[in-house]
């Protein structure tokens, strides 16, 4: 079967453009000009905005709304299989002297792996300073209201939830 070419064009991972055939090549330049133009929102769009409440479970299973956490608050965007967010835990343990430390683990439904549930708990359980948090979050709509592109990504709230 013969299909028509389609060109989506992307601008960091966003598609900004669609060209079904059939198309000239002065569509697609007109449509690339177009595209330069595009910048996509990211979270440093939301400095200085309260933060956009989440609702988590704990480890335990508990819901959690995130303005009932302590504050300052930094909040890491984790995906549970993704390496370089594991090797940022040791960090995050020093970080949590100064800070909270929320760690929004983004999970397919509210499981983990056995052995992932025991590293993140060990992770709490070893604070010392201010506290540290392990929240499973099911909706990846959170993802797009914090305009996370990639993880782990770090937000920092001040003492009264404003993204600083």
Same mark, same amino acid.
């Given at each position: 079967?013969?299909?028509?070419?389609? !060109?989506? @064009?992307?601008?960091? &991972?966003? *598609? +900004?453009?669609?060209? /079904?055939?059939?198309?000239?090549?002065?569509? =697609?330049?007109?449509?690339?000009?177009?595209?330069?133009?595009?910048?996509?929102?990211?979270?440093?769009?939301?400095?200085?905005?309260?933060?956009?409440?989440? !609702?988590? @479970?704990?480890?335990? &299973?508990? *819901? +959690?709304?995130?303005? /009932?956490?302590?504050?300052?608050?930094?909040? =890491?965007?984790?995906?549970?299989?993704?390496?370089?967010?594991?090797?940022?835990?040791?960090?995050?343990?020093?970080?949590?002297?100064?800070?909270?430390?929320?760690?929004?683990?983004?999970?397919?439904?509210?499981?983990?792996?056995?052995? /992932?549930?025991?590293?993140?708990?060990?992770? =709490?359980?070893?604070?010392?300073?201010?506290?540290?948090?392990?929240?499973?979050?099911?909706?990846?709509?959170?993802?797009?209201?914090?305009?996370?592109?990639?993880?782990?990504?770090?937000?920092?709230?001040?003492?009264?939830?404003?993204?600083?």
């Amino acid at each position: 079967m013969n299909r028509a070419p389609t !060109l989506i @064009l992307l601008v960091e &991972g966003n *598609p +900004v453009g669609r060209l /079904d055939w059939p198309f000239t090549e002065e569509n =697609v330049m007109r449509e690339l000009t177009r595209s330069l133009e595009f910048r996509p929102l990211t979270s440093r769009d939301l400095l200085g905005a309260p933060a956009p409440d989440i !609702l988590a @479970l704990s480890l335990s &299973g508990e *819901p +959690v709304v995130l303005a /009932d956490l302590s504050r300052p608050l930094l909040l =890491v965007f984790f995906n549970p299989g993704c390496p370089p967010c594991w090797d940022a835990l040791p960090a995050l343990a020093e970080i949590s002297r100064d800070v909270a430390v929320g760690v929004l683990a983004f999970v397919g439904e509210p499981r983990l792996s056995p052995a /992932d549930r025991s590293r993140l708990a060990g992770f =709490v359980q070893a604070a010392d300073g201010y506290p540290r948090f392990v929240l499973l979050v099911q909706d990846l709509e959170v993802l797009r209201t914090y305009r996370v592109m990639g993880m782990p990504s770090y937000i920092l709230l001040d003492e009264k939830g404003v993204i600083t």
